[in-house]
């Protein structure tokens, strides 16, 4: 009975343990998954901590229930600190001229609240746009921005700020990602900001397309830390510096906690385009016709959720074979270039954007040669809902393709990296129904550490395997490129690639097309983009059909006479089947004008010549910013050229180029500011613009995707809770069964 008795204490104490290890267990991330909770990581990307970092943009003023009088939408922060919430209505204007697009974002501000308010906006452009003018609309009064250093610009905005005057001070957080201040501005007033740039339209197999972002996704940040100050509400990181910049506001899952923001957008297309080929496949459009150009506008007004996409082809027969376009003279004047024309020193620099398709792929000479292919995942917590639905069934679709004289290997990561095999796999039916049993059980949750993953791609053993047996080693990544350390992933990809080729496949309603281009680029690989999971089986096809052999290696371009001219992009990335060679140049009046582009077509030498002067445009006026593009291609060229050892002088050399040129940079940034104070005494205070979570994220509250296993972790929670509430109840159900037997031994009669 001792013995028994003993046991039972013993089994009590040991059910008590567990039952306390699983409350402790489980009580942390129930918290997390309450959508109120001041820890709630909903927006499904980013490690521990990022609630705060979507709320660190700026700090703003006290403001709490008691200074609200009329109806006004506020964002509660997690630290409790209320912001009022700024509406924004955004307004885009293109008109393409074959190659070149100037567009015109207007961000339409308005204060629906009894307070002045200095607002913020974090929003997103092309990662190429040449971002080079910036006008504030006060009514009819227009004020032109001008272009300074970085922090002198942001001086001059927050003076104005303190005098209370209007301002308004745009800058670059990366080069497809920028923000817009505005201050000042008064009540039930509204406020334009009119920011334009130029861009290079994209050509491929007789297709143009462009494409206009809508919205910025959070970012993964790696390696970050939260500062335990009063506000607790600031997040650093040590890998990426300016982590706080880079990471929105998000609007709540209920409709009405803060206002929509909504986009038009209206497209000038000009002449000679076939409108029967005009689409965009993932808005609603109308088509109209103006002077002869082909005018296409959104059916309606749209979310801020998801890029636009626009795609068109000519009328049969207006193909080109080679384009050129050219521009003498700067689009923006500075004062050097005034006082050297009073002077009467002629401007004699040129600016040329040229275009030649390479030549078409002689397949009967080119033989299929074995390929290596790495086929690496992203299954992080960004990835969850439709686009790991589009990755699983891009990867699968790729797996179709491959020939059993392939090697295959799969990578998926997420906070952590796991491969299918250490080393690739033969192509066999047995490895590839392994590999599709792998891919079925991918899920999406944790942070996006992208360096884990290519480190495992770029492996010298999977190296020492492409030298032996001469295949073509090109590795696929699918991802959203949700990450905020781009340019210590750039310098991974630069140092690794080894003979290696990069595609880059971009998933999701809203990817980060700066990372996944620009590892395209250091690649020499190409970026496709996937919008919804329809596309994937024609995208992917494509895809693996055009990179089997590139058309053209080791390109180069020259003048007629021997010289190089200042051209860009530099080195430029192999070729495949019906991509352009498309350059942007800088000439003087005194440099030869005839091109010559050479290149290597399989184990042949290739070769075309050009003149600068063939196909000019009809209208010189249409080639308005070409110097914009040059300047753009050569800032990017040396922003990706910094080593640690460089970097003062890089920027100093960026920062030259973009106020030569008026460009918005990392170091650079546009202010424009009224000279008249507003007439208002009312109460100042800082607002904010929340913006959409991209269309197919998983929403806030729905379960923490961090940069831990957190799934996991409740899973076994919920397991050990489980388990110890069958134990306490069987307990008590013992416990009833000793209380019943004592009590019939106290009742039973006495002999």
Not at 195 to 209: M, P, R, T, V
């Amino acid at each position: 009975m001792t013995t028994g008795k003993r046991v039972r204490e013993v089994s009590e104490a040991v059910a008590t343990l567990v039952i306390a290890v699983a409350i402790c267990w489980c009580l942390p991330f129930v918290v997390l998954a309450s959508p109120n909770s001041p820890g709630a990581i909903g927006v499904g990307t980013v490690s521990t901590g990022m609630t705060s970092m979507l709320d660190g943009l700026q700090q703003p003023s006290m403001f709490d229930y008691q200074d609200v009088t009329q109806g006004i939408l506020v964002y509660h922060k997690p630290n409790g600190v209320l912001v009022p919430s700024l509406p924004l209505d955004t307004q885009v204007s293109m008109h393409v001229s074959g190659l070149s697009n100037r567009v015109s974002v207007k961000q339409v501000f308005h204060n629906n609240s009894e307070f002045v308010l200095n607002g913020q906006y974090l929003f997103p452009l092309p990662n190429e746009a040449a971002v080079d003018s910036l006008r504030l609309h006060i009514g009819q009064r227009i004020i032109e921005g001008q272009i300074h250093p970085r922090a002198e610009a942001k001086q001059r905005f927050e003076q104005a700020k303190a005098e209370g005057k209007r301002a308004s001070l745009v800058s670059q957080e990366r080069p497809n990602m920028f923000t817009t201040e505005v201050a000042n501005l008064a009540p039930d007033e509204q406020l334009v900001v009119e920011i334009s740039y130029q861009e290079a339209i994209k050509y491929e197999d007789g297709l143009f397309s462009l494409r206009f972002p809508l919205v910025v996704a959070p970012r993964y940040i790696p390696g970050n830390t939260a500062d335990n100050g009063a506000n607790n509400d600031r997040v650093t990181s040590a890998q990426v510096f300016d982590a706080e910049r880079i990471v929105a506001p998000i609007r709540g899952t209920d409709e009405g906690d803060s206002p929509e923001l909504k986009v038009d957008i209206w497209v000038e297309l000009g002449e000679g385009v076939d409108t029967r080929a005009v689409e965009s496949p993932y808005h609603q459009i109308k088509l109209s016709e103006k002077r002869g150009s082909t005018m296409v506008s959104l059916a309606n007004s749209v979310p801020a959720n998801r890029d636009f996409v626009l795609q068109w082809r000519l009328k049969q027969g207006n193909s080109p074979l080679a384009w050129v376009f050219n521009q003498r003279g700067k689009t923006h004047q500075n004062e050097s270039d005034v006082l050297s024309q009073e002077a009467g020193n002629a401007i004699d620099d040129s600016y040329s954007l040229v275009m030649v398709l390479p030549p078409k792929a002689d397949k009967h000479s080119q033989m299929r040669l074995p390929r290596e292919l790495i086929l690496v995942i992203d299954t992080s917590g960004s990835m969850a809902g439709d686009p790991i639905v589009q990755a699983k069934n891009a990867l699968l679709y790729a797996l179709n393709g491959l020939t059993a004289q392939d090697s295959f290997n799969i990578i998926e990561f997420n906070s952590q990296m796991s491969q299918l095999s250490p080393a690739s796999l033969p192509v066999t039916s047995s490895n590839l129904s392994r590999a599709r049993q792998f891919v079925n059980r991918l899920q999406a949750d944790g942070g996006t550490e992208m360096a884990l993953a290519l480190n495992a791609a770029f492996a010298a053993n999977y190296q020492n395997v492409t030298q032996e047996t001469q295949s073509l080693r090109q590795v696929i990544f699918m991802t959203d490129g949700s990450v905020g350390n781009e340019q210590a992933l750039f310098d991974l990809i630069r140092y690794q690639i080894g003979d290696s080729r990069l595609f880059t496949v971009g998933i999701g309603s809203a990817p980060n097309s700066h990372f996944m281009q620009r590892a395209a680029e250091l690649g020499r690989g190409t970026f496709t983009y996937i919008g919804k999971v329809e596309e994937v089986d024609e995208k992917i096809s494509e895809l693996l059909n055009k990179i089997q052999y590139p058309v053209l290696t080791d390109i180069h371009v020259r003048f007629d006479d021997g010289n190089i001219p200042d051209y860009w992009p530099s080195p430029i990335p192999d070729l495949y089947q019906g991509e352009p060679v498309l350059v942007s140049l800088k000439r003087s009046e005194r440099e030869s004008k005839g091109l010559v582009i050479t290149g290597r077509q399989g184990h042949k030498n290739w070769q075309q010549s050009l003149s600068l002067m063939d196909n000019l445009a009809a209208i010189p006026e249409q080639n308005v910013g070409l110097d914009l593009l040059w300047a753009r291609k050569q800032i990017a060229a040396l922003e990706l050229s910094k080593n640690g050892a460089n970097d003062e002088r890089v920027k100093q050399q960026i920062t030259a180029l973009s106020l030569n040129y008026h460009l918005v940079s990392a170091y650079t940034s546009l202010v424009a500011v009224d000279l008249t104070p507003i007439e208002s005494n009312a109460m100042g205070r800082d607002a904010v613009v929340r913006q959409h979570l991209p269309l197919g994220w998983q929403p806030l509250g729905i379960l923490p995707q961090t940069a831990t296993a957190s799934r996991l972790d409740i899973l076994l929670g919920a397991i050990s809770l489980f388990i110890a509430m069958l134990l306490a109840a069987s307990i008590l159900k013992q416990r009833r069964v000793e209380r019943a037997n004592l009590l019939a031994l106290n009742t039973e009669p006495q002999v």
